[in-house]
């Protein structure tokens, strides 16, 4: 289709050919050559109206217009609603009994840099498109993972390149990869590489946190030293998770690699799967039951953690311990009483954890999610109060007559411990921001 319509708009500089009522004319002269490129241009112009794409690029704009839908009243809201519902959906089938989780994670990020990663399938490229949901990726881990540390590992020209060492601070992790012009792909990516410099980054970890790395591998190639079933059979024996999200198809290693280790696979389709694939990937994976027979999973092991006393800004300026920068700011480990730069970390003179109590709890919540909410069915079962428990803001006092399952038909969603009623908004982001209900505080 479209390809074939370009070929006559690049066919030769000096020779014009355009196409009218089916018969090809070809024009030579540069005073010819306007007025013909004119004539084009009012083809392209009809094509359009025809609804035939002109060039490739058209093709890869979604139109997202196309997907909204107004309802009879001319509005979007059922439009809005319906996005909504996915995420709704997606909560209700997740288990609602409590899982075991690890907070204290540790992941590896391996970047393919291969050649492959310049491929323009996804837009602007792999590599660009790679980047910046890393960078997405990243934030929005450390926000649920307060306690985490990631680190990056670069894949190209055959071997595995640290690109950040384990760190728990997001800013300086991000600053590793803001410089596209170091991580330029060239050469072909190596998985074995790469993911026995990842292995090693993390052998030294106590057992309590977990252990992951996350591949995003653009090529259909890896080109290894050794054999890479040797470097999975270890990767099972330290209890490494390996998940891949490939952005050109599935390969086997791949495959194998996440099943042996209880990891996720997946094929970005296009940028949003992409996106979808990745962000999978930031709530904390349930931990996995031990498989040795007889063997239950051990009790948990009571950790040594330090809450530091932040320094104010007006302090007399002193060493870090983690730097030997002299500044004001920092946390005095509670212990040794040494001064380090941010927290969570590991104190670098006494070696307790200290962390601040809000990351804390902000990575409790995994481990006691908000009960879903139940959707009111219809104005009869609805509660007494005419408006959201949250935002005040007043409910339909009409029903919808249909709606899509796990939606309400008034707009009213329950919480099952204290009853009150939330809109569909509050619902939304009481499960997905707030990770608390403020009517009963669970
Ligand atoms: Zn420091
Ligand atoms: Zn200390
Ligand atoms: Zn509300
Ligand atoms: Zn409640």
């Not at 909560?91 to 204290?104: D, G, K, T």
């Amino acid at each position: 289709m479209a390809p074939r319509d370009n070929d006559f708009m690049d066919a030769g500089s000096d020779s014009d050919i355009s196409l009218s009522d089916g018969a090809y004319t070809v024009s030579k002269g540069k005073g010819k050559g306007k007025a013909t490129d004119k004539r084009k241009r009012d083809d392209k112009g009809k094509g359009k109206a025809k609804d035939v794409q002109a060039y490739t690029w058209e093709a890869s704009y979604t139109r997202s217009w196309d997907t909204v839908r107004e309802d009879e009243a001319g509005s979007l809201q059922s439009a809005v609603e319906d996005w909504m519902t996915r995420g709704r959906r997606r909560r209700l089938q997740a288990p609602a009994a409590a899982i075991r989780r690890s907070i204290i994670r540790h992941l590896v990020l391996l970047l393919d840099l291969s050649t492959s990663m310049l491929d323009r399938d996804m837009r602007p490229t792999r590599f660009t498109l790679t980047l910046q949901y890393a960078r997405e990726f990243i934030l929005e881990w450390f926000d649920q993972n307060p306690l985490g540390q990631i680190g990056i590992v670069g894949m190209r020209s055959g071997i595995g390149e640290r690109i950040c060492e384990m760190s728990g601070n997001p800013q300086e992790v991000l600053k590793t990869i803001s410089d596209r012009h170091k991580l330029l792909p060239a050469g072909e990516p190596s998985l074995q590489n790469a993911i026995e410099m990842a292995r090693n980054s993390m052998n030294h970890l106590p057992t309590h946190s977990s252990r992951e790395i996350l591949i995003i591998f653009g090529s259909l190639t890896t080109c290894d030293p050794g054999n890479i079933h040797d470097t999975l059979d270890s990767c099972v024996r330290y209890k490494i998770r390996i998940s891949v999200v490939a952005l050109a198809a599935e390969m086997k290693i791949c495959r194998d690699l996440c099943d042996k280790t209880g990891g996720q696979f997946g094929v970005a389709m296009n940028e949003g799967h992409f996106k979808d694939l990745l962000f999978e990937l930031v709530p904390p994976p349930a931990q996995q039951a031990s498989t040795h027979a007889g063997s239950t999973n051990p009790a948990g092991d009571l950790m040594m953690m330090g809450f530091p006393t932040r320094l104010p800004d007006a302090s007399p300026p002193s060493l870090c311990v983690c730097h030997s920068d002299l500044k004001s700011e920092g946390y005095i480990c509670p212990r040794c009483l040494a001064k380090v730069c941010d927290v969570p970390t590991d104190c670098d003179i006494c070696g307790l954890m200290i962390v601040s109590s809000p990351h804390l709890a902000r990575s409790y919540h995994h481990l006691f999610p908000v009960k879903p909410f139940d959707a009111v069915k219809s104005l009869q079962e609805g509660g007494p109060s005419p408006t959201c428990h949250a935002c005040a803001r007043a409910f339909p006092t009409t029903a919808l007559s249909s709606t899509a399952e796990g939606v309400s038909a008034v707009g009213r969603y329950r919480c099952p411990e204290c009853r009150n009623e939330f809109c569909s908004e509050c619902d939304v982001f009481l499960h997905d921001v707030v990770h608390c209900c403020p009517g009963c505080g669970k």
